[in-house]
Structure formats: C-alpha cells, structure tokens
C-alpha cells in the first residue's frame, strides 16, 4: 500500500506570493490533517479535513486555508507569504472514523520544505 | 506553555536502553503515541497506547503509561544507531479528530 505522498518536496517562493501544496493519503483513508513544523514553534497543527469538511483547526491566520477533493486529496494554500512562513508543512493521513484502534493511526507524509525569501 | 512536555535531549550508548520521557494533559478519552523522525524526513509512527492502558510492548519498544501522573515513557531496548533520531511524543483526544498536540521532540544521540 503507498504511504503519504506530498507535491513538491521544495519550494522556494518570494515575500507576498501565495503558493499551493499538495497532500495524496493512504488509499482508503478519507481524513487528512495539515501541520507545520519549524525549529522555534515545533510541531502545529493547521487544520484537518474529513470527507471535503474542515473538521478541525488550529490557531493560524486566514492566510492559510485547505480544501479536500471528493477522492480525499488535499490542498492547502497560503496568501501573502511572509518570511516566517518558512517551515516544512507536513500532512498525515488517517481513516477518519471512530471505530477501531486502527482508526486512530495517523501516518505522515515526507512534508514539503517551504522557503521564502 | 506547551500541552505536552519532554525533555530536550538523550545521549546513550549502543547497547543500552533509551528511556525518553514525556507528560500529557488531562484528558479521559486519549491516544499518546511517539513518532520517529529522522533528518530531512517525515514523521514515523512508532507506537501509540490508549489512556486505559498501562503498558505495551512491540519489540524492541515499551510503552509506559502512569495516569496519575500523566507520564509517558518510551524504553527502547538495545539502543542501535539507527536509533539516533527526534522522537515526538503526541496526544490526541476523540473529540478532536486530527489534532495532535505534539511536544518539542527529544533529540536522541546513539555513541558506538
């Protein structure tokens, strides 16, 4: 089974540009969460999406929004970019349902370095 | 502060054991998991226990979980070095699906 997959892996973009990152999860699994990790802040969550609904989020300005795809592919996009947006932004994939201990297993993806300048 | 706590840094020698510590907030309906990360990577899942539990074991890693002191610990065994890594320890609750509250990570260094 393929893990988590994010596009592109680096990026490098410029103060006041928005950019577009890309999150595939595991097959079958219909949840997806957002997280961005920097040395000073650590690990953040930004939001998660549950069958095209954002379910929960964190504590993160209106710049940063997601969407999710009917086939439970995820975008999340950030306006205006400012320097501290340089981070790696990760995405973890889970089934979503409250079922069985399995359910409750989140695998990340390999993150996608976002530098701006 | 943060909701979940570790110390910062482990340095151990191959062969012994690891034991990287971490406390969590008060909740009644949680899942504590420890995730792996090495240079350059994403997060791995290790392991994860349910707030009922006390302990579990999966090869070379123990899982301890005392409630009332809302203390988690991760023993590995045989430290190897390949062992050599951040590990996060990370609490979520049910009523928050996605939203895992993670420590700052304890970077582990594994000398020969």
């Known amino acids: 089974k393929a893990g988590v997959t994010q596009t592109p892996r680096y990026l490098i973009k410029t103060r006041g540009q928005q950019v577009t990152l890309s999150c595939s999860p595991i097959?079958?699994?219909?949840?997806v969460s957002w997280y961005q990790q920097t040395p000073g802040q650590g690990l953040q969550f930004l939001f998660e999406y549950f069958s095209e609904t954002q379910r929960n989020k964190g504590n993160f300005p209106g710049r940063f929004s997601g969407r999710q795809f009917s086939n439970s592919r995820s975008e999340m996009n950030v306006s205006t970019l400012e320097l501290g947006d340089s981070a790696l932004y990760l995405c973890?994939?889970?089934?979503?349902?409250?079922?069985?201990?399995?359910?409750?297993?989140?695998?990340f993806g390999p993150g996608t370095r976002l530098t701006v300048t | 502060g943060e909701d979940v706590e570790q110390s910062l840094f482990l340095s151990v020698r191959e062969g012994d054991s690891s034991v990287i510590n971490c406390t969590y907030t008060?909740?009644?309906?949680?899942?504590l998991y420890w995730y792996k990360q090495e240079p350059g990577a994403g997060l791995q899942l290790l392991t994860y226990i349910f707030s009922n539990m006390d302990m579990k074991q999966d090869q070379r890693l123990t899982v301890l979980l005392n409630k009332k002191d809302k203390h988690l610990s991760l023993r590995i065994a045989d430290t190897q070095t390949g062992d050599s890594a951040i590990y996060f320890c990370?609490?979520?609750?049910?009523?928050?699906?996605?939203?895992?509250?993670f420590g700052a990570g304890t970077q582990v260094v594994v000398t020969p």
């Open positions: 097959s079958g699994h219909r949840s």
């Open positions: 990370a609490e979520i609750r049910t009523d928050s699906w996605g939203k895992f509250q």
């Open positions: 973890a994939s889970s089934s979503g349902l409250a079922g069985t201990i399995l359910d409750y297993e989140q695998y």
């Open positions: 008060d909740s009644s309906s949680t899942y």
